[in-house]
């Protein structure tokens, strides 16, 4: 008679738990407590802190956040199956946002542009289904459309710029990326790239190669992005807009690009000059 009593009340302990534990746990904060969240969900949540710090000029504060995301990140293993490629990568991006963040007179545009990396690469270790890399995905079509278009009428100096344009948006994704898309991929890309880079600063440009290449790069994005699922766009609407990493895009390339345009433009003087003096 005792023990059924006890196996009685433990029955009815046990269905107790089942009918009401998991409301009681639905029923908590949607921000779960630090102790019960894994390391990887502290530094997405970090990563976020600091962008938002980041955006509100609070420089020495997203600092401490990065100092310890770093601490955190070398101390955590890797997750299962990220490649050395990746993680190198990550750890990479890590320590340049640590850099740009202690300079003395630190470019504000620049910061936002590393926090806001760094936001990506490390939401792409916690979301694997929807990674918030993924909204970049009409950006970048744009970028590559523009790109043929003037590689089709040959416009040297509007496809120089075009491209500088889609570099930072690559260099930006790039740890993110690497998360997710294979080692091979990420080679392919990186073929890509260094193969405009060259042709770009060339005098005349090979419009056959690069309206070429620009084909395999428009497969590859669509690869990556979109891989066997039709939907790209993440649930929700991100705080990292693609309208505000392309405004950062333009804040950053701008100097450099004018100088470069003057450089080239005197490059291309010279072989003038000198063509004219070789008809002489």
């Given at each position: 008679?005792?023990?059924?009593?006890?196996?009685?009340?433990?029955?009815?302990?046990?269905?107790?738990?089942?009918?009401?534990?998991?409301?009681?746990?639905?029923?908590?904060?949607?921000?779960?407590?630090?102790?019960?969240?894994?390391?990887?969900?502290?530094?997405?949540?970090l990563s976020q802190d600091i962008y938002q710090l980041t955006k509100e000029?609070?420089?020495?504060?997203?600092?401490?956040?990065?100092?310890?995301?770093?601490?955190?990140?070398?101390?955590?293993?890797?997750?299962k199956g990220l490649s050395i490629e990746a993680?190198?990568?990550?750890?990479?991006?890590?320590?340049?946002?640590?850099r740009a963040f202690t300079m003395v007179k630190p470019d504000p545009s620049k910061l936002l542009w590393y926090s806001?990396?760094?936001?990506?690469?490390?939401?792409?270790?916690?979301?694997?289904?929807?990674?918030?890399?993924?909204?970049?995905?009409?950006?970048?079509?744009?970028?590559?459309?523009?790109?043929?278009?003037?590689?089709?009428?040959?416009?040297?100096?509007?496809?120089?710029?075009?491209?500088?344009?889609?570099?930072?948006?690559?260099?930006?994704l790039k740890p993110a990326l690497s998360v997710q898309a294979s080692s091979q991929d990420m080679e392919k890309l990186l073929s890509i790239y260094s193969f405009f880079l060259k042709e770009t600063r060339k005098v005349e440009y090979n419009w056959g190669d690069i309206s070429n290449v620009l084909q395999e790069l428009t497969a590859l994005i669509d690869k990556i992005f979109l891989g066997k699922d039709e939907s790209t766009l993440a649930m929700g609407v991100p705080p990292e807009s693609p309208t505000i990493l392309i405004a950062l895009i333009g804040s950053i390339l701008l100097p450099a690009l004018s100088y470069v345009a003057w450089?080239?433009?005197?490059?291309?003087?010279?072989?003038?000059?000198?063509?004219?003096?070789?008809?002489?």
């Open positions: 008679m005792k023990k059924t009593i006890i196996i009685s009340v433990s029955l009815l302990l046990l269905v107790t738990g089942i009918l009401y534990g998991p409301g009681m746990i639905r029923n908590k904060p949607i921000d779960p407590p630090q102790q019960t969240m894994s390391a990887y969900q502290k530094m997405d949540q000029e609070k420089y020495s504060e997203a600092k401490q956040l990065i100092d310890g995301l770093g601490i955190m990140f070398a101390k955590t293993t890797p997750p993680l190198d990568t990550i750890t990479e991006t890590i320590v340049k946002a640590k806001l990396q760094l936001r990506l690469t490390i939401d792409s270790l916690t979301h694997e289904e929807q990674p918030l890399w993924k909204n970049y995905y009409n950006a970048y079509k744009e970028h590559l459309n523009k790109m043929m278009l003037l590689a089709a009428s040959h416009k040297q100096h509007e496809f120089a710029y075009a491209f500088a344009q889609n570099m930072q948006l690559y260099q930006t450089k080239k433009y005197k490059a291309e003087k010279k072989v003038r000059r000198y063509k004219k003096r070789s008809h002489d």
